[in-house]
């Protein structure tokens, strides 16, 4: 079921963050003016209450939450991850993200280091999507690099 | 205050870069670990700001070589 939420991170003078979770109506075409609106009068109005002058981060949307229950393959591990390494299609800036419980049936048989980009199957599929649909900080679309297995 | 078990940042990123040996296991497993151990260092959140640069800055700085790092290219010794 998709809830929206408010994440919003404060950072105080010692430079600790402390973040404060809230639930709101779920994001939907319908209402997301109307919520943006009320979202950013909430904001303003709670850190009045503070001594910060705005918050060091605020994240707002929807999260899908599913089943909670453990996974039942024993290779599902968290520490064993991919590293996706990309960089900006633009500016050339550099970026990674985690993926955990990877899948190490996804690695080159002529490289266990790295996922098998060009095996035409699960992993060119990830690329592909991951490139349409995320972006960079820059707002600018990635391009895959590498994935490369780690354990952490 | 400062949070423990941070690294303090430097005052500058110099110029060249130094190539190190250092032998592991052969096993894939064990070079995974290794290759997890190095992620620390380009993750601002491991730094606490003591010299002129900034956490995010030094991370950057590692950010750059995480390319090569992973790419792991196994020598002989």
């Known amino acids: 079921m998709a809830q929206g939420f408010l994440t919003l991170t404060i950072r105080d003078y010692d430079a600790e963050a402390a973040i404060t979770r809230l639930r709101v109506p779920t994001l939907t075409a319908a209402n997301f003016d109307a919520q943006a609106g009320l979202r950013q009068t909430f904001l303003t109005t709670a850190l009045a209450m503070t001594e910060v002058p705005a918050a060091a981060g605020v994240y707002y949307g929807n999260e899908q939450t599913n089943d909670m229950l453990p996974d039942d393959d024993p290779l599902s591990q968290r520490e064993n991850k991919w590293l996706v390494q990309y960089h900006d299609a633009v500016t050339a800036e550099p970026g990674h993200f985690y993926i955990p419980c990877a899948d190490l049936t996804l690695l080159d048989p002529n490289d266990r280091a790295h996922a098998n980009i060009g095996d035409g199957d699960k992993v060119d599929a990830f690329v592909t999507n991951a490139e349409a649909f995320l972006e960079t900080e820059a707002s600018n679309a990635i391009v895959v690099d590498e994935i490369t297995f780690v354990a952490r | ?77």
């Open chain 2, 1 to 77: 205050m400062t949070t423990s078990n941070r690294y303090n940042t430097p005052d500058s990123v110099p110029s060249g870069t130094v190539c190190v040996r250092i032998e592991i296991p052969d096993d894939a497993e064990f070079q995974a670990i290794f290759r997890g151990a190095l992620l620390p260092l380009v993750d601002s959140d491991s730094y606490t700001q003591a010299g002129s640069l900034t956490p995010e800055e030094t991370a950057a700085a590692f950010e750059a070589l995480l390319s090569q790092w992973m790419a792991f290219e196994i020598v002989d010794c």
